[in-house]
Antibody, heavy 123, light 107 residues
Framework: EVQLVESGGGLVQPGRSLKLSCVASGFTFSNYGMNWIRQAPGKGLEWVAYISSGSSYIYYAETVKGRFTISRDNAKNTLYLQMTSLRSEDTALYYC????????????????WGQGVMVTVSS | DIQMTQSPASLSASLGETVTIECLASEDIYSNLAWYQQKPGKSPQLLIYDASSLQDGVPSRFSGSESGTQYSLEINSLQSEDAATYFCQQHHDYPNTFGAGTKLELK
C-alpha cells in the first residue's frame, strides 16, 4: 500500500524557517518524481515544487522561488521542503504528492497524496 | 502561467441526478487535465486523468470530456458520498495550476 506521511509542520514566526519531511512507503520511491502542494485554510490547491526521481530537475512556483528548497534522499525514501523567510501567506496545509507516472519530468496528475502537515506563520 | 477557470463555484443537486462541472483553460493544454475529489478534512483523490481516463477504483458514474479548451466532469446518478469539492488541474506545463474548485452539495 502506497503511503506518504508528512511531518515537521507547526507555528513559526514570519521570517523564520521550517523544514518539512515526507516519508514514502509501498512503492519504489526512487522511480518517481515528487511534489509539494499546499492549501491555505478554506482555499484551493496551489502547486509549490517538483523534484525529479534523481533530483536532476527541480521546479518551483514563483511565489516560493528563492525561499523554498525541495530535496530528496532516495536511500531514506524521504522528500523534504526547506522553507525560509516565511510569510503569513505561506500559512497552509502542505501535502506531498506523487507523480502518477515514473521517470517523467513533464507535469503529471498526482495519484497519491499524504494527509498533509499544517504550517502556520504568525507572530 | 496557464489559468484554469472552473465553474460553477458551488452547486446543489439531488440524489440520482446528473451534474456537470467545467474548467476552461487559458490556452491549449492538449487533453492534459485531471480531476480530483476532496472531502472535508481529507486529501484530494484523483478521479480522471488525461481529460477522460478513469483512475483505477473510481466509479464509472464519473466521466470526463473535452471540447477545445473546455473540459468537463460529469457525475451521473449522484450518490450521497459524492458530496465534496472538485478541482481540475492542468498537467501540460509548469507550473501545474488548479481550478478554484466546485463545492457539490446534496439536497
Amino acid at each position: 500500500e502506497v503511503q506518504l506521511v508528512e511531518s515537521g509542520g507547526g507555528l513559526v514566526q514570519p521570517g523564520r524557517s521550517l523544514k518539512l519531511s515526507c516519508v514514502a512507503s509501498g512503492f519504489t520511491f526512487s522511480n518517481y518524481g515528487m511534489n509539494w502542494i499546499r492549501q491555505a485554510p478554506g482555499k484551493g490547491l496551489e502547486w509549490v515544487a517538483y523534484i525529479s526521481s534523481g533530483s536532476s530537475y527541480i521546479y518551483y512556483a514563483e511565489t516560493v522561488k528563492g525561499r523554498f528548497t525541495i530535496s530528496r534522499d532516495n536511500a531514506k525514501n524521504t522528500l523534504y521542503l526547506q522553507m525560509t523567510s516565511l510569510r503569513s501567506e505561506d500559512t497552509a496545509l502542505y501535502y506531498c504528492a506523487r507523480q502518477d507516472r515514473t521517470e517523467i519530468v513533464m507535469p503529471t496528475p498526482f495519484d497519491y497524496w499524504g494527509q498533509g502537515v499544517m504550517v502556520t506563520v504568525s507572530s | 502561467d496557464i489559468q484554469m477557470t472552473q465553474s460553477p463555484a458551488s452547486l446543489s443537486a439531488s440524489l440520482g441526478e446528473t451534474v456537470t462541472i467545467e474548467c476552461l483553460a487559458s490556452e491549449d493544454i492538449y487533453s492534459n487535465l485531471a480531476w480530483y475529489q476532496q472531502k472535508p478534512g481529507k486529501s484530494p483523490q484523483l478521479l480522471i486523468y488525461d481529460a477522460s481516463s478513469l483512475q483505477d477504483g473510481v466509479p464509472s458514474r464519473f466521466s470526463g470530456s473535452e471540447s477545445g479548451t473546455q473540459y468537463s466532469l460529469e457525475i451521473n446518478s449522484l450518490q450521497s458520498e459524492d458530496a465534496a469539492t472538485y478541482f481540475c488541474q492542468q498537467h501540460h506545463d509548469y507550473p501545474n495550476t488548479f481550478g478554484a474548485g466546485t463545492k457539490l452539495e446534496l439536497k
